[in-house]
């Protein structure tokens, strides 16, 4: 209704402007036209107004109707929705707790593996040091056994330089007992061609000058450091030219028998130092071996 007054206003202004246009003899009935116009423009008007205050009174009362309906509709929406937020706030409540519960057990178990693995921890620190420890230890026997296998190996390379040296002097000596077994054999030899020939010079008393030369070389041979049996066989020979030129069978026999005895003497002392600085070479590297270990 609004809309057709402004139509008609706008009309009735563009019959104003085309009345100021017009010719005089047409302008009163152009007024009257405007009267009519003026008055059916109120009545449209009061009309309108009354369509509008009933319009807007079953508005107002369908508004209201609305409204109420609206807030019955709000209110049963808010219960519901208090009713679900209270669910939902207990379904909280009770997840909270349950988190809860299993945050302090977690907890619980993060405690109890800290407390293992500190345990565990402390127990692989001991075992590392004493593992150490046993290295530390090993490491040092190794080093003792190295050294006594050194001094062993030492001991066995003296003993072995010992052992030959031994088994050098057990040569030399077999060699010096053969060498002497010999000129024993041979002035055996000559003793029995003596005794074979000594009837020859029974009656001779030309054995002075021989028993004085056999003597002389019998003095001589002792002399020396060393009792060789080439000079005993000298001597044995010179005894040996002396009974073939007197009668000197008793000073060849008896220095024969000093050459026996002496020799003997000789190679028993001679036995006895080797046997004795072997058997202290040996009692020496055994107590060096039981010392070392």
């Given at each position: 209704?609004?809309?057709?007054?402004?139509?008609?206003?706008?009309?009735?202004?563009?019959?104003?402007?085309?009345?100021?246009?017009?010719?005089?003899?047409?302008?009163?009935?152009?007024?009257?036209?405007?009267?009519?116009?003026?008055?059916?423009?109120?009545?449209?008007?009061?009309?309108?107004?009354?369509?509008?205050?009933?319009?807007?009174?079953?508005?107002?009362?369908?508004?209201?109707?609305?409204?109420?309906?609206?807030?019955?509709?709000?209110?049963?929406?808010?219960?519901?929705?208090?009713?679900?937020?209270?669910?939902?706030?207990?379904?909280?409540?009770?997840?909270?707790?349950?988190?809860?519960?299993?945050?302090?057990?977690?907890?619980?178990?993060?405690?109890?593996?800290?407390?293992?693995?500190?345990?565990?921890?402390?127990?692989?620190?001991?075992?590392?040091?004493?593992?150490?420890?046993?290295?530390?230890?090993?490491?040092?026997?190794?080093?003792?056994?190295?050294?006594?296998?050194?001094?062993?190996?030492?001991?066995?390379?003296?003993?072995?330089?010992?052992?030959?040296?031994?088994?050098?002097?057990?040569?030399?000596?077999?060699?010096?007992?053969?060498?002497?077994?010999?000129?024993?054999?041979?002035?055996?030899?000559?003793?029995?061609?003596?005794?074979?020939?000594?009837?020859?010079?029974?009656?001779?008393?030309?054995?002075?000058?021989?028993?004085t030369g056999a003597v002389s070389l019998i003095v001589d041979g002792l002399?020396?450091?060393?009792?060789?049996?080439?000079?005993?066989?000298?001597?044995?020979?010179?005894?040996?030219?002396?009974?073939?030129?007197?009668?000197?069978?008793?000073?060849?026999?008896?220095?024969?028998?000093?050459?026996?005895?002496?020799?003997?003497?000789?190679?028993?002392a001679h036995l006895a130092r080797t046997l004795a600085g072997w058997c202290?070479?040996?009692?020496?590297?055994?107590?060096?071996?039981?010392?070392?270990?």
């Open positions: 209704m609004g809309s057709i007054a402004d139509s008609l206003n706008q009309h009735s202004n563009s019959i104003g402007r085309l009345l100021d246009k017009l010719p005089s003899e047409t302008r009163e009935f152009t007024h009257q036209i405007q009267d009519q116009v003026t008055s059916l423009l109120e009545v449209i008007a009061s009309h309108t107004q009354l369509m509008n205050q009933n319009v807007l009174s079953n508005l107002g009362f369908h508004l209201q109707a609305m409204i109420s309906e609206a807030q019955v509709a709000l209110d049963s929406t808010t219960k519901s929705l208090g009713s679900d937020v209270e669910g939902f706030t207990n379904s909280l409540d009770a997840v909270v707790l349950s988190w809860n519960s299993r945050l302090v057990g977690f907890n619980k178990r993060l405690d109890v593996m800290w407390d293992e693995s500190f345990a565990r921890n402390m127990a692989l620190d001991q075992a590392l040091e004493k593992l150490e420890a046993r290295v530390s230890d090993a490491t040092s026997q190794v080093d003792t056994q190295i050294s006594k296998a050194e001094k062993l190996q030492e001991l066995a390379s003296e003993t072995s330089a010992s052992i030959k040296s031994s088994n050098a002097q057990m040569a030399n000596a077999s060699q010096t007992l053969s060498n002497e077994f010999t000129a024993l054999r041979s002035v055996a030899q000559e003793l029995q061609t003596n005794l074979t020939q000594m009837p020859r010079f029974a009656l001779d008393f030309r054995w002075i000058r021989g028993l002399r020396p450091s060393t009792w060789q049996a080439h000079l005993v066989m000298q001597v044995v020979g010179a005894g040996a030219s002396g009974i073939y030129q007197s009668f000197s069978l008793f000073l060849t026999f008896g220095c024969a028998l000093l050459f026996l005895v002496t020799h003997v003497f000789r190679l028993i202290f070479r040996n009692t020496k590297e055994l107590d060096d071996q039981v010392i070392i270990k």
